[in-house]
């Protein structure tokens, strides 16, 4: 009798698979983004399958949350853009020329040369290897915290981290130069029932993301979940309008963003003396100093997913280029 | 009691996937913002039952951290969809 | 004992679940998909969570669960008058008042 957990898992393979053909071919832009959400909720799922808690949490907020609103915002702009805001129109926002069958061939190539080398490589690695589980765990009692993904994360590999909170703020630098603005439009009704919800709410889960930030020392969490759920906060007034970037507040939003970086490369610098290298954490105090530069971090990724989504610097233009949201 | 966990998973997860039938057909919008929400709920389900299954308490914040984002998500989709003109 | 009482609370649970997506596929008009689906859905996670929480070993797990059901139930209750709104907006279900 199979386990029926290989057919759950089997299952939902299938479907992860089956939501991306689809996504891909269904001629509605809606319904292609509705698809690519779920497609990033069921993808979590599988993350959770193979016991990667820490990633699933990530997926979650980050690839399903953020991105989802992020592409639902892009379509709103287009069809604003283009006249069609009050139509439901289907594919047909902006007429796009047809991929000549040529490439669409070589592309198809591609993909499967590098389906088929990754085919080869996973078959051929060996099945059970040492791994680096039992590096890790002779190393943990150093590393300051009791949970190994975060020890990795924040101390080990501490320079990885370092360069992605890097990404995200020449992420927002670049989307800051490219697309400035106001605008003048109407705050969404969102009605009584959403109001008394909201009050209830966006306090709780500021309280969730504090507490990811807070558990990823021992449990699966950490600055980069607890980031994205503070993030989705910012979200929820964004969308609401409760709170509508100023210009007057470029200047706090500037200093958000570059605190996480500065302070990892500040404490990073700072331990190195007295005959350390930078990054590493006199042992005493290592625990403290990680949960100093997490902090920092989650408040800064917070900001500037946030700040990434509304997708523009809030600076009043003296001609033209007003916005929709 | 695995077998018998492992089985309801397997039923969530079907009768979410049968909810993918209304995404595709839904005549309008709201009909998809509908199936959305059927997965974010059936998703905490399956994450409450997994977190007993594999035995990982961890699950739970997985499962409050989807409850979160599928809020998120109807929100983004009532503010941002365009309304249809009838 | 109590894990008998927790599978019966799951197995009435996802019974519940099921009758919320034949609910979505089979109802003629958005309102009444909206009907079934946060009822019944509502309604299947409050057994799925009782029996999870009849099974977890900790008062913090718990704990933990209760919140994530008390969430999720006005979530989803806000989330589905929402769409309730919206679609009424749209002059769904053919505009009666």
Not at chain 1, 40 to 56: I, M, Q, T
Not at chain 3, 59 to 86: D, E, N
Request: net charge neutral; with cysteine; proline share 5%.
């Amino acid at each position: 009798m199979t386990d029926p957990l290989m057919i759950f898992d089997l299952l939902l393979a299938l479907a992860i698979v089956a939501l991306a053909v689809a996504s891909l071919s269904v001629r509605d832009l809606f319904s292609m983004i509705v698809l690519f959400i779920i497609f990033g909720l069921l993808s979590a799922l599988a993350w959770v399958r193979l016991s990667a808690p820490d990633v699933a949490l990530a997926e979650a907020a980050i690839g399903t949350g953020v991105t989802g609103a992020l592409l639902l915002k892009t379509l709103h702009h287009l069809r604003y853009v283009s006249g069609t805001l009050g139509q439901q129109t289907a594919l047909g926002v902006t007429p796009v020329a047809p991929v000549p069958m040529g490439i669409i061939l070589a592309n198809a190539g591609f993909c499967g040369l590098i389906t088929l080398g990754l085919l080869v490589a996973f078959l051929g690695a060996p099945a059970t290897g040492p791994g680096f589980d039992a590096l890790v765990a002779e190393a943990m009692p150093q590393s300051g915290v009791e949970h190994p993904v975060t020890g990795v994360l924040l101390n080990f590999r501490a320079y990885d981290t370092l360069m992605e909170v890097v990404v995200l703020l020449a992420a927002v630098i670049a989307v800051w130069q490219i697309e400035r603005g106001l605008s003048d439009a109407p705050a969404p009704v969102m009605g009584e029932v959403w109001q008394g919800f909201a009050r209830l709410a966006l306090p709780a889960i500021v309280v969730v993301g504090t507490y990811l930030l807070w558990v990823g020392a021992e449990a699966p969490g950490g600055a980069f979940q607890g980031g994205a759920v503070l993030a989705a906060v910012g979200l929820l007034l964004l969308l609401t309008r409760a709170y509508i970037p100023q210009p007057a507040h470029r200047g706090v939003a500037r200093g958000a963003f570059v605190l996480g970086t500065a302070a990892f490369a500040l404490v990073a610098i700072l331990v190195a003396g007295g005959g350390r290298v930078a990054f590493e954490y006199p042992l005493e105090h290592a625990k403290t100093l990680i949960l100093l530069i997490e902090g920092v971090v989650t408040l800064s990724i917070a900001v500037t997913l946030a700040a990434l989504f509304h997708g523009r610097e809030p600076v009043a233009l003296s001609e033209g280029g007003r916005h929709d949201t | 009691m695995t077998t018998f966990l492992s089985l309801t998973l397997i039923a969530l997860l079907l009768s979410i996937l049968a909810g993918l039938v209304r995404i595709f057909r839904g005549p309008e919008p709201a009909e998809r913002m509908l199936a959305a929400q059927l997965f974010g709920t059936a998703a905490v389900a399956i994450l409450l039952v997994l977190s007993q299954l594999m035995a990982m308490p961890a699950l739970l914040d997985v499962a409050m951290v989807f409850a979160l984002l599928a809020a998120i998500t109807l929100v983004a989709f009532v503010v941002l969809a365009s309304r249809g003109v009838r | 004992m109590v894990e008998l009482a927790a599978a019966v609370l799951i197995a009435t649970g996802t019974l519940f679940f099921i009758a919320g997506t034949v609910g979505l596929l089979r109802f003629p008009d958005i309102f009444c998909r909206l009907h079934a689906l946060t009822k019944a859905d509502g309604l299947g996670l409050a057994l799925i969570a009782l029996g999870a929480a009849l099974l977890a070993g900790t008062p913090g797990a718990v704990f933990r669960i209760v919140l994530i059901w008390f969430f999720v139930a006005t979530a989803s209750a806000t989330c589905g008058h929402l769409v309730a709104r919206y679609a009424r907006q749209s002059g769904a279900g053919g505009g009666a008042p």
